[in-house]
Structures are given as structure tokens and as C-alpha cells.
């Protein structure tokens, strides 16, 4: 990873994965009309958020457990 840690805690490929048909769609937008990534990008920036707070969301659950 770029900051030398090899922990992730947050899934994008899993987000990906979950979202592919909406993927498919705007990479097949992108590469047969324009060529312009934005739309792509904004896509895929939005999709990392989710996963981020998909993490988020997960980890507040365990953290509630271990207080417990």
C-alpha cells in the first residue's frame, strides 16, 4: 500500500463488486463515448466513499461489542 502498511480497512473491490452493474455501465460510457474520465471518476470516488463508510459502519459495530 502507499503508506507501507499492508492493512485495509475498507473493501473497494468488494464495493465494486456489489455495485459491478452500475460499474459496467459508466466504464462502457466512458470508453465508447467521450473518453472524458470524469463521470468516471466521480463514480468511483463515490464508491470509495461508500465502502469507507461501509467500514466505518462495520467497525462501529465491533467496537460497540468490545465495550460491552
Known amino acids: 500500500m502507499a503508506d507501507g502498511s499492508s492493512q485495509r480497512f475498507y473493501g473497494l473491490s468488494a464495493q465494486i463488486q456489489r455495485e459491478r452493474s452500475a460499474y459496467y455501465d ?5 470508453q ?15 464508491a470509495l466513499q461508500r465502502a469507507v463508510e461501509e467500514a466505518q459502519f462495520t467497525l462501529d459495530g465491533v467496537l460497540t461489542k468490545a465495550h460491552f
Open 26 to 30: 459508466i466504464l462502457e460510457r466512458t
Open 32 to 46: 465508447k463515448w467521450s473518453m472524458d474520465v470524469t463521470e468516471w471518476l466521480v463514480w468511483f470516488l463515490d
